[in-house]
């Protein structure tokens, strides 16, 4: 077998690394993503032929034959997953990473002497198996396999202090003898401080956990790149664990929490995750003739799309009753919540599917001043970014979260399909003014039934 050239092996890394760098300019913007993901797919491949191509591979079918049945599974999964599955999706290949670069750094242990790699290696099985393990508890909660509140118990702080220092003392003679039977308990350690770690994380904190975990994934890749005296695996997990840390304290800002309070807040009672009772207080409820007739007669309407519109799969009504409205001569813009939905970019890209106009699509910052100018505030699916407990109540779970000013409209509609709290399971006083008013439903049905009356006038 003919293997490249040292040269040109590092000048396809360096393309590849510049493709990874190029593919996340392009995730940046909803307008790009495609693009992005296209050319971070493209970079994905050079990577991998040039790896083919470059070494002295053993067991080639075996590889062979993994590639093939990972491709037969992932990419059936890919075209049919849901938006509103699609955090489910991102936690188990961050899991799924964490614990490959986990098991790689367990293979090389028997062929590291210097105590420099072995640091690299317990480093990869540690950070790995705790991405792995922790992955697989927040895809458990966001599927609700278990339930998506903090799930704690007396003694939880003593015994994740316990793992961790059994866990460092492992590592350290690991890192001077190379003891397999010590890494493999360090890697069973990891995995307990996984699962210890995502625990008493709940309600609207989980994909922020997510996004905490790519980038312990990242951190793992590039140590294992390390171990492995790969430049290209250095870079790659460099980025994804740099663009996670960015993502997760954005994701956290956007909250108005810190890190440490999202994974440690269930231990002083602070988790986003509060009651799910309903409230028996009375509400004023609305028909779709009635909601269309405001609608129809405003000068300008903010549509603020939350997780109901997703699990409805409502965007496509959506943007043709902003067109409706718009054919009519009214103002039609979507206020963007950075946390709306379950991931970041969620409804961007909802809505992008549907066609709406990438200039239609506001940021929170940008919209919030807009809604004092609002005849109508037509809320579809979401609940805790509007909560104006979020401003007002100095004891609620998302207090401090920065919310969208949904309550400075002159009306606000809600489509909802029930009374039940949202994801962060805390009542919204909003629904309760005179101002507000309610129609329950299926979202697509009743953006359907509201359209249609729309269309009626």
Known sequence: MILLDPVWTSLLYLIAAVFFILALRGLSSPRTARRGNL????????????????????????????????????????????MTQMPQLVALFNGVGGGAAALVALLELSHADDPWVRLAIVFTLLVGAVSFAGSGVTFAKLQELMTTRPVVFPGL?????AVLLAAVAAA???????????????????LAAGVLLVLPVGGADVP??????????????????????????????????????????????????SVTGILFGAFKGSSTAGSTAVSERPVRSSSAEDVA????????????????????QGQHTAAELAQAL??????????????????????????????????????????????????????????????PAAKTSSGSPIYGMPILEVAEARQVVFLKRSMRPGFAGIENDLLYEPQTSLLFGDAKDSLAQVLGAVKAL
């Not at 350290?172 to 990891?190: C, E, K, M, Y």
């Not at 390390?226 to 956290?252: K, Y």
């Not at 001043?369 to 809320?379: I, S, Y």
């Open 326 to 387: 718009e054919a009519r001569g009214i103002e039609v813009d979507f206020a963007i919540h950075p946390v709306a939905g379950r991931m970041p970019g969620h409804m961007n890209v909802l809505l992008a599917e549907a066609n709406v106009p990438y200039e239609s699509l506001k940021e929170m910052g940008e919209i919030n001043p807009e809604f004092k100018t609002a005849d109508v505030a037509l809320v579809v699916g979401a609940n805790d970014v509007v909560n």
């Open 172 to 190: 350290v003679v690991v890192i001077f003898t190379g003891s397999l039977p010590l890494a493999v308990l360090l890697l069973a350690l990891g």
């Open 208 to 257: 922020i956990v997510i996004s905490l975990l790519n980038a312990f994934t990242g951190l793992a890749v590039a140590a294992s790149g390390v171990v492995l005296g790969n430049v290209l695996l250095v870079v790659a997990g460099t980025l994804v664990g740099a663009s996670g840390t960015i993502l997760t304290r954005a994701m956290a800002a956007a909250m108005g929490r």
């Open 39 to 82: 050319i971070g797919a493209a970079g994905a491949l050079i990577a991998v032929v040039t790896v083919f191509l470059s070494s002295r591979l053993d067991n080639i079918p075996w590889i062979l034959a993994a590639i093939v049945v990972g491709s037969a599974v992932a990419a059936p999964v890919a075209r049919r997953v849901r």
């Open 157 to 161: 702080p003593v015994v994740m202090g």
């Open 293 to 312: 007739v405001l609608l129809g007669y405003a000068q300008r309407v903010i549509i603020v799309p939350g997780y109901g519109l997703a699990v409805a």
